[in-house]
């Protein structure tokens, strides 16, 4: 199995930035790409970004692109998500997800792995 512990949500004004963490345990970290989803209260949970094995291709949605960036350290297991220019439509629960297909799909079914997620919340 592999283990993953997302941290460093809270609440945070419009325009304000966060960084999230997302820890891993109990297997090889660096063969897993690894994607952010979010879901807000009343919706579906939605694909926001996700990173390759390596780290070297990435893949944003819409939503988010040029105001959040996803980065990952393999040396610590740990992958970030640097979110800035934050809206009140990002406030949601945000969770991480290890996949073995190493390419880092936008896709939930791809991801096996998940967290318990961390809580957003962006007030206007």
């Known amino acids: 199995q592999l283990q993953l512990v997302e941290s460093g949500g809270g609440l945070v004004q419009a325009g304000g930035s966060l960084r999230l963490s997302c820890a891993a345990s109990?297997?090889?970290?660096?063969?897993?790409?690894v994607g952010w989803f979010r879901q807000a209260p009343g919706k579906e949970r939605e694909f926001v970004a996700a990173?390759?094995?390596?780290?070297?291709?990435?893949n944003y949605a819409d939503s988010v692109n040029g105001r959040f960036t996803i980065s990952r350290d393999n040396a610590k297991n740990t992958v970030y998500l640097q979110m800035n220019s934050l809206k009140p439509e990002d406030t949601a629960v945000y969770y991480c997800?290890?996949?073995?297909?190493?390419?880092?799909?936008?896709?939930?079914?791809?991801?096996?792995?998940w967290g318990q997620g961390t809580q957003v919340t962006v007030s206007s």
């Open positions: 997800a290890g996949s073995a297909y190493g390419g880092g799909s936008n896709s939930d079914k791809s991801y096996a792995f």
């Open positions: 109990g297997r090889t970290f660096s063969r897993y790409a």
């Open positions: 990173i390759s094995w390596g780290g070297g291709s990435t």
